[in-house]
């Protein structure tokens, strides 16, 4: 497909368990973000990327949250000690490119996950 | 941080009425995007608009950015069953910056 794609789509963790959130954008697209969205709220930013660097993290709650893009595609957002305020869903964008007059987001499906 | 407003939080319309929601900053934004999520999906996007002032329009939908960059609206004329779901809007308040998106307005559309 054409599309963001994010794996798992759901995703049941204990507290305290790791988490691991992949995200595929489409392919050639410089930048990549991750957003956290509540149920019945508006995404909130998480972190930037363009191409490998990661220009911003300052949406991330705490340092339990580490976001990576080594080779400037595949991105991964890894919880550490998952709490039960980390439930979300948790979704991916890209973009062909990050300028003044071209800053359409195409956003993946999100992985739901859920802290008991 | 900076925050957008979105105003109402739910509308009912029946279908063939018009719909309007209102985004609002208290700061100046450089644009504005809208989008449109339906229930168990995911946002997609719908217009960005950057000029004081700007009007553009898709079909039935209006987008309008305010003179002062701080306000925008959306208008759907003539709502189908089809324009069900939540639109958001999303401020940056600077180049580069990241987007702020508002909370969102959840339209029913009843048949």
């Known amino acids: 497909g054409a599309g963001v794609s994010q794996s798992p789509r759901y995703k049941v963790a204990k507290r305290g368990q790791d988490v691991a959130l992949r995200c595929d954008p489409i392919s050639g697209h410089v930048s990549l973000f991750w957003y956290q969205q509540a149920l019945g709220q508006g995404p909130e930013f998480l972190t930037y990327?363009?191409?490998?660097?990661?220009?911003?993290k300052s949406g991330l709650p705490s340092d339990r949250f580490f976001a990576e893009r080594p080779e400037g595609s595949v991105s991964t957002l890894k919880i550490q000690r998952t709490q039960q305020e980390d439930s979300a869903v948790y979704l991916c964008?890209?973009?062909?490119?990050?300028?003044?007059?071209?800053?359409?987001?195409?956003f993946g499906p999100g992985t739901r996950l859920t802290v008991l | 941080g900076q925050q957008v407003m979105q105003i109402p939080q739910y509308q009912h319309v029946q279908e063939g009425e018009d719909f309007t929601t209102y985004c609002n900053s208290s700061?100046?934004?450089?644009?504005i995007q809208w989008y449109k999520q339906r229930p168990g999906g995911h946002p997609v996007f719908l217009i960005q608009?950057?000029?004081?002032?700007e009007v553009k329009k898709q079909k039935r939908l209006t987008f309008q950015f305010g003179e002062a960059k701080k306000n925008s609206s959306l208008h759907i004329t003539a709502t189908q069953t089809t324009d069900v779901g939540t639109y958001f809007c999303?401020?940056?308040?600077?180049?580069?910056?990241?987007?702020?998106f508002g909370p969102g307005t959840r339209l029913s559309v009843l048949p």
């Open positions: 700061t100046t934004l450089s644009n």
């Open positions: 990327f363009q191409n490998e660097a990661q220009l911003d």
């Open positions: 964008a890209s973009s062909l490119r990050w300028g003044v007059n071209y800053n359409e987001q195409f």
């Open positions: 608009l950057v000029k004081s002032g």
């Open positions: 999303a401020g940056q308040h600077g180049y580069g910056q990241n987007f702020v």
